[in-house]
């Protein structure tokens, strides 16, 4: 395999980011090199999302164009695809694009090297999509890494709580955690290497864990890592709102290197909806816990996800959504039409809603959202936030980009040299999306 190129092109979530990133580890030992030009590669592979239908319609489309990349490659090209729609969809996958050599599962990325080898000998399909919770235990971190100042750390995967509406336990798996001794140590591993902020990751982080005897609980996962020395910043994603417990929320005021956000999905406002969602909560629930974190930590960031046009959701389900919205008042949040998802209990719902109309209730959803966010945004203008600095500004190299504790986007000038500090930035001006600030 020597010194060969790898395209590697990712759909959805940051645990396929990491997976993504595990994938080029994985690769280096055998001289492949990452390249962002699929043209020039040897190897191109698809980590795919499969959550909603617009994501794997978005997979489909790209496949698509990457046969030309295959045709043109006189042999010497093999055409990959891993994730979630790789586990779902199996060896349906050639039957619908029968140029593709690999398909591996969710649990199979490290069977990857052996799968390529298996087809250069053979030149024959290689599926790879049984699950192997015990083969999925993470690896040490390799040389290559998204960001040279922060790192994705996996302690848990995959779910059991099945929401009507998710496909992530048939395409995850079960639940299992991580030990709590090699998460620290990868934690300590990657510190090392310059890492200033974690960001742990899980279907759900907070019942990290509870299935292990004598295993550490997430809170007092945090209260070691935050014993880390060199270790600045910690974030996590996703928390269960049904699962996030006092001591969780008691962690934001206690521990300061947990950075004062959280993802904490709501999905509806309709108590109605959460049920056929199967949740596991009411709004009322899930109001009195954003109550509680607010008195523990006061300038917490709060974002969410919001479905809309489930099955059977109705004008009065919807307008109860849009109450939590102005209720809550997110800082940012993620909202989609709701679209039926393989052997799903949702997908078997009756009434389900025309596409107008779902697409009518996310653009006023959207539309909700947007004073607020920027509200929430101006009234930083004047003030001084601590920023981790992670590099150039996507928008303008000439500008560095950094993060604000509540998980603000901060550009402002400066030089290259402050990468991977936490500098103090003073805010002037506000955007939708981004805040503009100066050093101080």
């Known amino acids: 395999m020597a010194g060969q190129l790898v395209y590697i092109k990712t759909f959805g979530c940051q645990m396929n980011e990491h997976d993504s990133e595990t994938i080029l580890n994985l690769l280096i ?15 191109i592979l698809v980590n795919t999302c499969s959550v909603r239908e617009k994501s794997e319609h978005k997979f489909y489309s790209f496949l698509g164009r990457l046969k030309k990349f295959k045709e043109n490659g006189n042999g010497r090209v093999i055409l990959g695809v891993g994730g979630c729609v790789a586990q779902q969809e199996g060896e349906r996958i050639l039957e619908r694009a029968p140029y593709v050599d690999l398909v591996f599962g969710t649990h199979n990325i490290y069977l990857l090297p052996d799968l390529i080898n298996k087809f250069k000998e053979s030149h024959t399909p290689q599926i790879a999509t049984n699950f192997n919770n015990d083969n999925y235990a993470g690896l040490s971190p390799g040389p290559f890494r998204l960001s040279p100042v922060k790192a994705y750390v996996t302690i848990m995967e995959g779910c059991d709580n099945f929401c009507s509406f998710c496909v992530v336990p048939f395409v995850r798996g079960r639940e299992k955690s991580r030990p709590s001794s090699e998460i620290i140590e990868e934690v300590k591993q990657q510190v090392s290497s310059g890492v200033k902020e974690v960001i742990l990751l899980g279907q759900n982080v907070n019942s990290y864990g509870n299935k292990v005897p004598g295993e550490l609980t997430f809170p007092q996962l945090l209260r070691e890592l935050n014993k880390i020395d060199g ?16 001591d969780l929320i008691n962690c934001f005021g206690e521990l300061s290197k947990l950075c004062p956000h959280i993802h904490l999905p709501l999905q509806s406002g309709s108590n109605r909806i959460l049920k056929l969602m199967n949740r596991g909560y009411t709004r009322e629930e899930y109001l009195s816990k954003v109550k509680k974190l607010r008195e523990v930590c006061p300038e917490i960031g709060i974002t969410t996800d919001l479905i809309v046009g489930f099955p059977g959701e109705t004008e009065e389900d919807f307008q109860a959504t849009l109450e939590m919205v102005s209720e809550v008042e997110y800082d940012e949040f993620f909202s989609f039409k709701y679209s039926d998802r393989p052997k799903t209990r949702a997908s078997q719902y009756p009434n389900k809603l025309p596409e107008e109309e779902k697409a009518r209730r996310l653009y006023l959803l959207q539309e909700k959202q947007k004073p607020i966010t920027l509200k929430k945004n101006h009234h930083l203008v004047g003030k ?28 402002f000038k400066g030089p290259l040299s402050l990468e991977g500090k936490i500098i103090p930035i003073k805010i002037v001006e506000a955007y939708q999306h981004s805040l503009s600030g100066c050093l101080v």
């Open 29 to 43: 030992p055998f001289n492949y090199r990452p390249t962002g030009d699929p043209k020039k590669a040897d190897l």
């Open 231 to 246: 270790l600045e910043r910690i974030r996590f994603t996703t928390s269960h709102p049904k699962d996030l417990s006092e």
């Open 384 to 411: 001084i936030l601590e920023i981790l600095v992670e590099g150039k500004s996507k928008k303008d190299p000439h500008h560095l980009m950094g993060r604000s504790g509540t998980n603000k986007v901060v550009n």
